[in-house]
């Protein structure tokens, strides 16, 4: 469940790149493997029968050699001449006759010798005869007779042996050396002596060949000794304690230096073994090889792969984390279109609906702000005309009361400011007016109210000139005004009063008071009043507020302690031009 719920919460980058990867990278490792594998099997394949064809020619190459060599022995056995001799005593033949039969041997092995494939013919016969000597064609046999190797030859009672020779003062010292016995040819039962064909070991060596650096190729007898190997060291190293059959094919061995792999088998029907001997570092050699140059090739395309996948990913995700950012920023309200290059694909498709979206939103909402202005507008003229018909009704009341008395004077300076009052009022249309104009505004209203009460109520205007063009909505400081007479002023005993208007602009915002001396203003006050006005003023004068600067409207009423009411409007300071 954790894993679902991680892969569901992962970016929409990671899970492509993930799939991409999948998708292109482990059919990939699969097929390295089974690549591998096949590759593997090959190049073992291809080193073993390069191994054994080596082998198998060196062994066919040796045996027919020494099949040669014991073929020649068996002529030898047979010539007549040594037969002649071999088959009487030396005290029964004349020196003459020793000679010239002896001589005609002598001929023969020349010719003999005259094949390359051996050095030289040695013939270990009766000490007694003339001719035989320490270090001629004929020898003697006493002398030799204790030595392992004429052992080795009786004891194959005829057959060919295959022995390791040491002759110190020739050159070379060592040879391997073809021994067969003489037999007498009147008794073929009685061995009268030995015939030798002597082979340099270094000729021997140079049949031997090695197809790999770390490998070691060696002829040993049964017994185990040496005739020729492809280096010293190596055989130091390498060589078997004694020679094995391995049956045609490589087999391991251990050895004190580690594990190889060797074969060994008889040389034709001798008694010698050719021995290979392989490292399986060198075995394996190729093998690693072949397997870090396609694990490299392989890890190439991978790498490919990746940097192919990156830009496909950020291509399909980058336009998409745009709309999100987009869509995030429409939740704060701010609906701006997203500006790409079009195309035709899905998420092409999903940014021109949203783009379709974004601007069907601006339209509404514009339409919408265009109603809700023409609302606020219309509400603002309802509420005017609530004003305006309120003060003339006071007015016309106040000018029939005038009439009563006859007061002509004073009914023609009233209706002369009462001119001037709505000249202001009807401001070429406006609902918004300047405070210099609300304050000539109260003024005129002053005016009109001072002949009513006969001079009893006095204003004072003390507004900073830094407030005067500031907008408010028209009608506003002269309800309140008439609120100071008539709920404040009249109110008090005697029926005189100051009403003192002041404002000023701080932090940014218009601060007007109007304040009276009057009975003063309580909170839930029930006490009844005699003067009672029309409840249209202050809620107005909220409301337009309100309208007008698209927030709750800041109208604060406070009783003075000295006695009489302060009213102040704050609201935000709006000029009617620049600063």
């Known amino acids: 469940m954790k894993l679902i719920d991680y892969l569901n919460d992962m970016s929409l980058r990671k899970k492509i790149m993930i799939l991409f990867a999948i998708v292109g990278i482990v059919p990939l490792i699969v097929t390295f493997f089974i690549s591998y594998g096949e590759i593997r099997k090959l190049a073992v394949d291809g080193q073993s029968y390069a191994e054994n064809q080596n082998y198998e020619q060196m062994l066919v190459t040796l045996s027919k050699k020494f099949y040669h060599l014991e073929e020649l022995t068996s002529m030898i056995i047979v010539n007549k001449d040594l037969n002649a001799i071999l088959s009487k005593k030396p005290s029964e033949m004349k020196i003459p006759e020793q000679l010239a039969v002896f001589n005609n041997v002598v001929a023969y092995s020349q010719i003999m010798e005259s094949n390359s494939e051996f050095d030289r013919i040695v013939y270990y016969i009766n000490d007694d005869f003339i001719l035989t000597g320490d270090d001629t064609l004929f020898r003697r046999l006493g002398d030799v007779s204790d030595m392992p190797w004429v052992k080795s030859v009786y004891a194959n009672n005829g057959r060919s042996a295959w022995v390791v020779r040491e002759e110190p003062e020739s050159v070379p010292s060592k040879y391997l050396a073809l021994g067969r016995l003489l037999w007498n040819p009147a008794n073929l039962s009685e061995p009268v002596g030995i015939v030798t064909l002597n082979i340099d070991t270094n000729q021997i060596r140079q049949s031997l060949t090695k197809s790999n650096p770390q490998q070691l190729v060696y002829i040993a007898t049964a017994d185990g000794d040496l005739i020729a190997s492809t280096g010293e060291a190596e055989y130091e190293e390498m060589h078997l304690p004694e020679p094995i059959d391995s049956g045609g094919a490589f087999k391991s061995v251990s050895l004190a230096s580690g594990t190889y792999l060797a074969r060994g088998q008889k040389i034709g029907n001798t008694n010698l073994y050719l021995v290979t001997v392989l490292s399986n570092k060198a075995a394996t050699e190729a093998i690693h090889n072949i397997r870090t140059q396609v694990l490299s090739t ?38 701006n279109e997203l500006d790409i290059s079009p195309s035709k694909d899905e998420v092409g498709q999903l940014i021109s609906s949203y783009n379709y979206m974004i601007g069907s939103l601006q339209e509404l ?92 109520i006095q204003i004072d205007f003390d507004v900073a000139e830094e407030a005067m063009d500031c907008l408010i909505p028209k009608i506003t400081l002269q309800p309140l005004v008439e609120n100071a007479i008539i709920h404040g002023i009249s109110e008090k005993e005697g029926g005189t009063g100051v009403i003192h208007v002041t404002g000023g602009v701080a932090n940014g915002r218009l601060l007007l008071e109007v304040r009276d001396d009057g009975v003063g203003y309580q909170q839930g006050r029930e006490t009844p009043r005699s003067h009672k006005g029309s409840g249209y003023g202050v809620k107005n004068i909220e409301k337009r507020l309100e309208l007008y600067f698209v927030q709750p409207a800041t109208l604060r009423f406070t009783s003075i302690a000295e006695g009489g009411t302060c009213v102040t409007i704050d609201v935000p300071a709006v000029r009617s031009g620049p600063e």
């Open 298 to 335: 392989y890890a190439i395309i991978t790498f490919i792969i990746l940097i192919v996948i990156f830009p496909v990913a950020k291509s399909i995700t980058r336009r998409i984390l745009l709309l999100m950012n987009r869509m995030s920023q429409v939740r704060q309200g701010r609906l």
């Open 365 to 456: 909402l514009a339409e919408q702000f265009k109603l809700g202005q023409e609302k606020n507008e219309a509400e603002l003229k309802a509420l005017q005309s609530q004003i305006n018909p309120h003060f003339l009704y006071n007015t016309l009341d106040m000018l029939n009361w005038m009439a009563q008395k006859g007061e002509r004077e004073n009914i023609q300076q009233i209706v002369y400011a009462l001119s001037g009052y709505y000249r202001l009022i009807l401001n070429k249309g406006e609902d918004f007016v300047t405070v210099r104009d609300e304050v000539r505004l109260s003024a005129i209203y002053m005016d009109i109210q001072m002949k009513r009460f006969r001079n009893r």
